[in-house]
């Protein structure tokens, strides 16, 4: 069964760095997001992205942060420098399409990134 | 703005022992609620997709019901193995592709 893959699954980073979270989105869909979830907290929205270019994002996703679609396979989400804040579970989820209805959004593992 | 609260928190259950989890929404013009599993430290599992009031999907143990303010989806005769964390998402006509999900009930069956 197809899924959405994510790598790494753990990150270290010191304060200040960059990172880049990578996710291979289920092959035939069309639509990318990235959520985040900090531990105990509510799985939030950051970013939605169509057609190489960003449809919809929240006031999480101020400029530190950017993704692309570098080739036919891949979605990354980049945190340019990173806060203490930005710790948290990243899921990168993906959909078919995005119509009048709902479309299910299927999401990957997930990465856990730490900064210290 | 959009809401989304699930109740309760934390269930225990014996194992056989049926129950229900809430999910009530205030949205702008709702177009699907979403229900997913999340284990421990993974990503969530879809489960379900609801579009309209009076729907109902079900899936081995669970069955999931949806009426214009909130869904619940029901657990007959629960076992271990259905101990996870439920989420609830919803998207709205008027925010987009964006899901807004609950904090998730944490369940708990004993064997």
């Known amino acids: 069964e197809p899924e959405v893959t994510q790598t790494p699954s753990h990150q270290v980073t010191q304060m200040g760095q960059e990172v880049i979270l990578r996710c291979v989105p289920i092959s035939n869909h069309l639509y990318f997001y990235w959520y985040r979830q900090i531990l105990g907290q509510k799985v939030e929205f950051l970013v939605s992205f169509y057609n190489n270019e960003i449809s919809e994002k929240s006031e999480i996703f101020d400029d530190q942060f950017s993704v692309e679609r570098p080739d036919g396979s891949n979605f990354t989400l980049k945190i340019r420098s990173t806060k203490l804040e930005d710790s948290a579970m990243y899921f990168c989820?993906?959909?078919?399409?995005?119509?009048?209805?709902?479309?299910?959004?299927?999401f990957g593992p997930g990465t856990r990134l730490l900064v210290l | 703005e959009d809401q989304v609260t699930q109740s309760p928190e934390a269930l225990r259950l014996q194992e056989g022992e049926s129950s229900s989890l809430n999910c009530s929404y205030t949205v702008s013009g709702l177009r699907g609620l979403f229900w997913y599993r999340q284990d421990p430290g993974k990503g969530p599992e879809f489960l379900f997709t609801l579009y309209s009031a009076g729907e109902e999907k079900e899936k081995e143990r669970l069955k999931a019901t949806l009426t214009k303010k909130e869904s619940f989806l029901h657990i007959t005769a629960p076992k271990p193995e259905d101990s996870a964390t439920y989420l609830c998402a919803v998207q709205a006509r008027s925010t987009g592709n964006q899901f807004y999900f609950g904090t998730g009930t944490s369940l708990t069956v004993i064997p």
């Open positions: 989820a993906s959909s078919a399409e995005a119509g009048q209805f709902g479309e299910t959004q299927y």
